[in-house]
């Protein structure tokens, strides 16, 4: 095995222990999404029903991509806290390769919310939604889901590494909540002023948002869309790999630099 799937595999058992001796902020975490799914699902759901489709249909696969979306803040505040408390100058005293400690930590969250992303799929399927796709199309769905959080969780960790304390990297992380608000995840975006319906479509969760409800078979691809949505799979694929292909380095590149 080589140093780095050895390291690589020691940094993502500490981060599952780590997730594991703080089970209440991971339940926390786990349980937003759900209870945004039955707070939008019946709250909002008469007032923004889809033409001809269920709401809460529709609302489950913007749901999973902002889920998804959720890597950036968790991977920034992770990353900030183990910078501010001396744990990366622990590890860079240590043989350990450098590109081992972020991308642990990155596959750590991927497995963490791949259990996390089943109790949302089971509280879908119990308020009506269902996959109405091929079983194909339902893993590529998954597939896609968890390509983009890893990347996302990339460009968080480099936002973690680079923030000057835990508070200020708290604070940007909460302040990523509103990238949702920006796509299709929770409405459609077809009636939307032109310079906005622009900016929420060429926001990747939209891609995403739009490649998952097309594999699982809840609506249909929207016409005159912007690239990305109009290419749902392909735009999602494209944006996750520019930004692991963009964040990941750089922060293997933060992380290797001493203070």
Known sequence: MSALAYDGLAMAGRQLRRVRNT?????????????????????????LAVPGREYRS???????????????????FQAAQDTHRGVMDRFRTM?????????????ADLLVTAVGTV??????LAVGWRIEGSAAGAAGAVGLLLLFRFACTCAGILLGLLSRSEEAAGQLGAASFVLPLLSNAYIPTGNLPHWLRVLAEWNPISAVTTALRDLFGNAPVPAGAAW???????????????LTALFLPLAVRRYARTE
């Open 23 to 47: 089970p209440g902020l991971a339940i926390l975490t786990q349980l937003m999404p759900v209870n945004m799914l039955l707070f939008f699902g019946y709250v909002f759901g008469s007032a």
């Open 58 to 76: 529709f609302l489950v696969p913007g749901l999973l991509a902002a889920t998804a979306a959720g890597g950036l803040m968790t991977g920034m």
């Open 95 to 107: 043989p350990v390769s450098r590109a081992a400690v972020p991308l642990g930590q990155a596959v």
């Open 119 to 124: 109790p949302l799929l089971l509280t879908g």
């Open 228 to 242: 990305p949505v109009a290419h749902p799979v392909t735009g999602s694929l494209a944006w996750s790999l520019a």
